[in-house]
C-alpha cells in the first residue's frame, strides 16, 4: 500500500503551493464540543498517563456516576457480570483507574477502584493489563447490512450511526431494521440526496422555493419519523445551493439536531475551494443557529489547508457557534469513479492514474484499467491526502472520529469500513503520541453522545462508563491493539480487541463473536414523540 510520503510529485507541487498561498493558523488553543471539567477536557500529545489507584488522600478515585439510583450497594450482590482488574477509563469524568465494573442486565451499577472490596459475578471477566472503555460509536457509517456491522464490533464500535444519510425514509427504514436484528445501536440521518432524488432532481437541479419548501418538508418528516439529524452534501449534488443549505439548517435549528455536511468542494483551485466550502458552513450556523457538523474533514473542507480550515470553525465557536468535524485517519479517500468528487480529478487533486487503487484489489489504475474501472463504477481510493492533515485534524478537540464506511460483502470498501478506531489507537495514540488516550477515547464516545443526545435519548446514556450508564463496553489491549484491514482487503478483523459488550451481553470475546446476540437498540429521536427504545 502506498504511504503518505510515496503519492508522488503532483501532490507536494500542490503542497507547497497552498503552502504559499495560505499561511498557517495557531491552532493550539482548539476548544472542546462540550468541555467536561476534567482533566481530559483538553488534547495532549504522547502517551496517556498511569492509571491511578488512589487519590492523594490515599483514598480510592471517586467513582463517575451517571444515575446515583442505579448503584448497587450491597456486599453481598452478586452482579450478572463483572469485569474485573482492568484499566476503567471513562472520558466524559475522566475516571482512570484500575477497577471491577459490576453490570446488571443492561446496566452498569458499580465501579470499584477499592482491591479491598472485590465484586462477585456470575460471570467474570479478567481484564488484567486491558483499558476498559465506553463502547465506541461509528458517527459516520452507513446502514446496518447483515455483514459489515460485525466487522465494527471486531473495531469495539458498539453503536453504528449513518449521520452520512440513510438511503430512505424513515418509515421505511426503521421497517427494514426492527428492533431484534441488528448487533449493535443503529440510527442516522435524513439524506438529502435520496430525497431530492425521489422528488425528480438530478444532482445538479437546483429546486426553486417551492421545491425547497417540499424537500425541507421531507426532512421534517424523517425527523419526526425518528432520524436523529440532518444530513446534505451538496459536492456530490451541486444542484443543492446554498439557499438550500441554509433551509435546512433552519429546520436543524428548529429542533436542535445537528445538520451533518459533507462539504460542497474537497479541492483548492478557485473558484469553489475547500476554505470556502467551510466558509459556507460557519455562515450556515451564524445565521441560523444551527448546529453544523463537518464530515471527514481530512477528505473534503480542509485537504490541504488543514490548519486555516480548523482555525476558521475555532473562530467560529468562539463566536458560540456550534461547530464540530470528524476525522478517518487514512491518507487516501475513497468514493465511485462516477461520482462528481472524481470530476477534474487530476487537476483538482494533483495525482495520477497511478494514485488510484480499486478498493478490494491490490491494483493501482493505468490510463487503460481506468477506464475499465470508470464504466464499472469501482469504488476507488485516491491517494490525496497529507498525513499532516491528519495530525492536525486528530489534536483538534472538537474533532472527532468518524468511519465514512462500512463493509458490504463484495469487499470494494476502503478500509475505514473495518480498521478506523483501532487505527487511531494503535497508530496515532500508541505508535505516533499525536493524542493521548483519553482524549482519543472521547473522539470516539463522549463527543459524539453529546452531539446527538439532546434529541436521541437512547445516546444520553451511552458513550459513557459509569454508575447508571448502558453497558456497552469495550475491552483492548493499549500495547496491541491496530487496524489489520488493507485496500486490497478490507475484510480483516482489528487486532487487540479482548471484548465487546452491547447492553452487557458479550458479543464478541477474543476472536469469537456471538452472531445470536442482536441486542443493538434503534437510536431514535424523540421529535415525533416516539423513541422506540
Not at 171 to 180: I, K, N, S, T, V
Not at 456 to 472: E, M, W
Not at 485 to 490: H, M, Q, R, V, Y
Request: with cysteine.
Amino acid at each position: 500500500m502506498q504511504t503518505a510520503g510515496d503519492r508522488g510529485p503532483g501532490l507536494d507541487r500542490r503542497r507547497l503551493l497552498l503552502a504559499l498561498g495560505f499561511g498557517a493558523a495557531n491552532v493550539g488553543v482548539l476548544r472542546h464540543l462540550a468541555t467536561p471539567p476534567t482533566a481530559s477536557s483538553s488534547v495532549t500529545t504522547g502517551a496517556a498517563p498511569e492509571p491511578v489507584t488512589t487519590t492523594t488522600t490515599g483514598a480510592p478515585p471517586p467513582t463517575p456516576v451517571l444515575d446515583p439510583a442505579a448503584a448497587v450497594e450491597d456486599p453481598g450482590h452478586v452482579f450478572d457480570v463483572v469485569i474485573t482488574g482492568g484499566r476503567v477509563i471513562d472520558p466524559e469524568s475522566g475516571h482512570d483507574a484500575v477497577a471491577a465494573v459490576g453490570i446488571d442486565g443492561d446496566t452498569i451499577t458499580a465501579i470499584v477502584a477499592d482491591p479491598l472490596t472485590p465484586l462477585q459475578g456470575r460471570t467474570v471477566v479478567d481484564a488484567t493489563g486491558l483499558v476498559v472503555a465506553p463502547g465506541f460509536i461509528d458517527i459516520l457509517s452507513y446502514s446496518p447490512n447483515g455483514y459489515g456491522e460485525w466487522y465494527k464490533l471486531a473495531d469495539g464500535v458498539t453503536t453504528n450511526l449513518g449521520m452520512h444519510g440513510l438511503d430512505a425514509r424513515a418509515d421505511e427504514w426503521w421497517a427494514q431494521h426492527p428492533p431484534g436484528t441488528v448487533p449493535v445501536n443503529y440510527g442516522g440521518a435524513y439524506d438529502n440526496a435520496t430525497v431530492r432524488a425521489r422528488l425528480g432532481y438530478d444532482p445538479y437541479d437546483t429546486a426553486d422555493a417551492d421545491g425547497i419548501a417540499r424537500i425541507v418538508a421531507a426532512a421534517d418528516e424523517d425527523l419526526r419519523g425518528g432520524f436523529i439529524g440532518l444530513h446534505m452534501q451538496p459536492e456530490y449534488t451541486p444542484g443543492a445551493d446554498n439557499a438550500e443549505l441554509i433551509a435546512h439548517a433552519e429546520l436543524a435549528a428548529r429542533h436542535d439536531v445537528p445538520l451533518c455536511v459533507h462539504a460542497r468542494y474537497s479541492d483548492n483551485l478557485p473558484p469553489g475551494t475547500n476554505l470556502e466550502a467551510i466558509d459556507e458552513l460557519v455562515d450556515a450556523a451564524r445565521r441560523t443557529g444551527a448546529r453544523v457538523h463537518v464530515e471527514h474533514i481530512n477528505s473534503t473542507g480542509g485537504t490541504g489547508v488543514m490548519e486555516e480550515a480548523l482555525a476558521r470553525l475555532e473562530a467560529g465557536r468562539a463566536e458560540g457557534l456550534g461547530l464540530t468535524a470528524c476525522v478517518y485517519p487514512y491518507t487516501f479517500w475513497a468514493t465511485y469513479l462516477r461520482s462528481a468528487r472524481y470530476d477534474d480529478w487530476q487537476n483538482k487533486y494533483g495525482i495520477s492514474y497511478g494514485d488510484l487503487q480499486v478498493a478490494g484489489t491490490d491494483e493501482r489504475l493505468t490510463a487503460e484499467t481506468y477506464r475499465q474501472a470508470y464504466e464499472a463504477n469501482k469504488l476507488t481510493a485516491a491517494f490525496a491526502i497529507p498525513e499532516a492533515d491528519i495530525e492536525t485534524a486528530l489534536r483538534a478537540d472538537f474533532v472527532m472520529i468518524g468511519s465514512d464506511a462500512i463493509l458490504e460483502r463484495s469487499h470494494n470498501n476502503h478500509p475505514r469500513s473495518t480498521g478506523c478506531f483501532s487505527r487511531v489507537l494503535g497508530e496515532y495514540v500508541r505508535e505516533r503520541g499525536v493524542l493521548d488516550l483519553v482524549s482519543a477515547l472521547a473522539k470516539m464516545t463522549i463527543l459524539p453522545a453529546r452531539l446527538l443526545e439532546t434529541r436521541a435519548p437512547a445516546l444520553r446514556r451511552r458513550g459513557r462508563l459509569a454508575v447508571g450508564a448502558v453497558a456497552d463496553i469495550t475491552v483492548f489491549d493499549p500495547a496491541t491493539i491496530r487496524d489489520r484491514s488493507t485496500i486490497a482487503d478490507p475484510a480483516q478483523r482489528s487486532e487487540g480487541i479482548h471484548r465487546v459488550l452491547v447492553g452487557g451481553r458479550t458479543v464478541v470475546a477474543g476472536t469469537d463473536t456471538d452472531e445470536g446476540v442482536l441486542v443493538g437498540v434503534p437510536v431514535r429521536s424523540d421529535i415525533g414523540g416516539d423513541t422506540g427504545a
